[in-house]
Antibody, heavy 123, light 112 residues
Framework: QKELVQSGADVKKPGASVRVSCMAS????????IHWLRQVPGRGLEWMGW????????NYGQTFQAWVTMTRDTSVSTVYLQLNRLKSGDTAIYYC????????????????WGQGSLVTVSS | DIVMTQSPLSLPVTPGEPASISCRST???????????VSWYLQKPGQSPQLLIYLGSNRASGVPDRFSGSGSESDFTLKISRVEAEDVGIYYC?????????FGQGTRLEIK
């Protein structure tokens, strides 16, 4: 059963950093891109970027590239999203999602999503 | 960036009746391979989004056949032939033709 399991909720103070994890199971970890998306409570979906778990290559959205880092650890089939210099406006649910497009070298669609990780930024 | 615009934003539907959601993009999503790089997702209350339709008109595994996607280039539609209570939630279209990947604002379907 293909599954993405994310780390639990976290509370951080403004200016701090946080790392969210996304562990994959039930499929070959390096065969699919993993995307990260953000959803501010009550709002829509915002794309942050993707990582290629095989090469470690990344593609960040311009809004996020100065303060997020995506990495992976193939030994534990896990990708990570690090958010730096957090602000209260970064309070959101962060989702990882699998993209089947890696075999064609282009994002196609997101067929499996993690359960989401709520990050709350509050002093 | 490609802007995706959905309508309506709110959709009250009587069970058993059809429903339709429109999604328009600011540029064509038709790729050189002949596929439209648009997909549809449903986010049920308190859940993660789930894939319904990919590449414009293909139903994802396990999605009931009352859901269908159509359209091409910059004009797309998601149709539900007979709405059921379990279909409530927010529907999003997404374009993957180019980064940044962008979503529509979402359409909230509710049962009358």
């Amino acid at each position: 059963q293909k599954e993405l399991v994310q780390s639990g909720a976290d509370v951080k103070k403004p200016g701090a950093s946080v790392r969210v994890s996304c562990m994959a199971s039930g499929y070959p970890f390096t065969d699919y891109y993993i995307h990260w998306l953000r959803q501010v409570p009550g709002r829509g979906l915002e794309w942050m970027g993707w990582i290629d778990p095989e090469s470690g290559d990344t593609n960040y959205g311009q809004t996020f590239q100065a303060w997020v880092t995506m990495t992976r650890d193939t030994s534990v089939s896990t990708v990570y999203l690090q958010l730096n210099r957090l602000k209260s406006g970064d309070t959101a649910i962060y989702y990882c999602a699998r993209d089947v497009g890696r075999e064609v070298g282009k994002t196609l669609f997101l067929d499996n999503w993690g359960q989401g990780s709520l990050v709350t930024v509050s002093s | 960036d490609i802007v995706m615009t959905q309508s309506p934003l709110s959709l009250p539907v009587t069970p058993g009746e059809p429903a339709s959601i429109s999604c328009r993009s600011t540029q064509s999503l038709l790729y050189s391979n002949g596929y439209n790089y648009v997909s549809w997702y449903l986010q049920k209350p308190g859940q993660s989004p789930q894939l319904l339709i990919y590449l414009g008109s293909n139903r994802a595994s396990g999605v009931p056949d009352r859901f269908s996607g159509s359209g091409s280039e910059s004009d797309f539609t998601l149709k539900i032939s007979r709405v059921e209570a379990e279909d409530v939630g927010i529907y999003y279209c997404m374009q993957a033709l180019q980064t940044p990947i962008t979503f529509g604002q979402g359409t909230r379907l509710e049962i009358k």
